[in-house]
């Protein structure tokens, strides 16, 4: 069988991974699949929110690949680029700063609304970047709307869970901060904390929407949803113990577990610090550990986030959107049979997250490892071994549009 034949049949196998604790399973993991292909289009140009207008080259795009770029060890480290990524982006654009390439960030990173996330990056490295080109960990809980839409729920996570969540559409959710501040001695140890956090000082206005007063927090909570790497894992591993054993409301009887969500999975990340940081992942096991300690029952979770494969489709489609916003004559037109790629490319610093997500998901995607991560081998990871091995982003993209011949936009 030949590489792309191995690649195809690679996708089909990863589309169907059997159903395992902490993965998408039973109905929302049919409900899932189903959604990613409705919703897809809520990120797509014309509807991204914040996020400008689309501005493309006016020579005709025909790529016949799409990339997607890790931020944390790939892009930024921290708010600083590395790896010569903004001469990397510009890469990608004409003359006029038109795209003329389709690209996406994906990450499992987040905290903030993603047309947010998109003006940052912007700033940070001199190219417009549309919200629509930027997945969060986080993004698909949009898929959870119909579900949760009027329902009592709690978020918990560095930045504005809640704010977040209430843009997607969610009415009724409050931060876990919030919510654990109207139990009094919830937190048996907060009369010893004494620190205050720049979210605190630096509040978004749209926060005053996610007022306590208005929501009844004696009332079952019906999810939980750990939305970027909590700032206090003590008190966020008490409270959702709390309400995860009690069945959403603490300190009552027994009951049935209330869902809960993870954003993503990651055990570390490469943060500004040099060596790598404990991840939202750390936390899962944190959590999971003292849970299945305290309760007969082992806790019950839902991950998103790369390596899913669903991750990776969900990419394919809004790049997909992408190549079809930068045809000319078919912006605005809905009828039009989205283009498709030849290969897509996965650029990354983490082979438990990247490498093995581009592998599951299979044809088309190429996945590219840098050394400026989490990864700094000089030889290929063993366990999920990348197609491509390279010392920067720069080196990547160069990589990329050598093999793809950067004459794919023709007069």
Not at 152 to 161: D, L, Q
Not at 205 to 214: C, L, N, P, Q
Not at 319 to 330: A, E, I, V, W
């Given at each position: 069988?030949?590489?792309?034949g191995?690649k ?14 902490g ?31 689309a501005?493309?080259?006016?020579k ?11 931020i ?41 609304p993603?047309?947010r ?31 949760y ?18 843009e ?28 205050t ?7 978004s ?12 927090c004696?009332q ?55 060596s ?6 750390a936390?899962r ?60 490319y ?33 030889e ?32």
């Open positions: 069988m030949d590489k792309e191995k195809r049949n690679n996708k089909e196998k990863g589309s169907s991974l059997p159903p395992r604790r993965q998408i399973k039973g109905k929302i993991f049919e409900e899932w699949k189903e959604t990613l292909r409705a919703s897809a289009i809520v990120f797509a140009p014309a509807a991204a929110s914040g996020g400008g207008v501005s493309f080259s006016t005709a795009v025909v790529s016949s690949f799409g990339i997607a770029f890790d944390d060890g790939v892009i930024l480290r921290g708010t600083t680029p590395i790896g010569n990524s903004r001469r990397a982006l510009r890469r990608l654009y004409d003359d006029s700063g038109a795209m003329n390439t389709p690209f996406l960030f994906l990450t499992n990173g987040g905290g903030i993603e047309s996330r998109a003006s940052e990056l912007s700033d940070l490295l001199g190219v417009k970047i549309l919200a629509s080109q930027v997945v969060q960990g986080h993004s698909p809980f949009r898929t959870l709307l119909k579900r839409e009027n329902e009592f729920i709690v978020a918990t996570g560095k930045g504005e869970p809640a704010v977040v969540m209430s997607y559409g969610f009415k009724r959710v409050i931060s876990l901060e919030e919510y654990a501040s109207q139990f009094k001695n919830i937190d048996p140890v907060a009369q010893y904390k004494r620190w956090t720049k979210q605190e000082l630096n509040c206005r749209y926060s005053e929407k996610i007022a306590s007063s208005h929501i009844d004696s079952k909570v019906k999810a939980a949803f750990c939305f970027s790497d909590p700032v206090d894992w003590g008190r966020d591993i008490q409270v959702l113990c709390d309400i995860l054993t009690s069945g959403g409301v603490p300190g009552e009887e027994n009951g049935q577990q209330p869902p809960l969500y993870f954003a993503a999975d990651d055990l570390q990340y490469q943060a500004a610090f040099p790598e940081r404990l991840g939202m992942g936390f096991i944190a959590l999971e550990s003292v849970f299945n300690r305290i309760h007969d029952k082992p806790l019950e979770y839902t991950s998103f986030g790369k390596p899913n494969p669903f991750v990776f489709s969900n990419a394919e489609m809004i790049l997909r959107h992408l190549l079809q916003f930068s045809t000319p004559g078919n912006v605005g037109t809905e009828d039009v049979r989205l283009p498709s790629f030849k290969t897509l996965m650029i990354g610093d983490n082979p438990l997250v990247d490498v093995k997500g581009a592998q599951q998901a299979g044809y088309p995607w190429f996945s590219i490892l840098t050394r400026t991560g989490v990864f700094r081998q000089r290929n990871h063993t366990q999920y071994p990348a197609d491509m091995v390279v010392d920067t982003v720069e080196e990547a993209v160069e990589f990329i549009l050598r093999r793809e011949d950067a004459s794919y936009v023709v007069d």
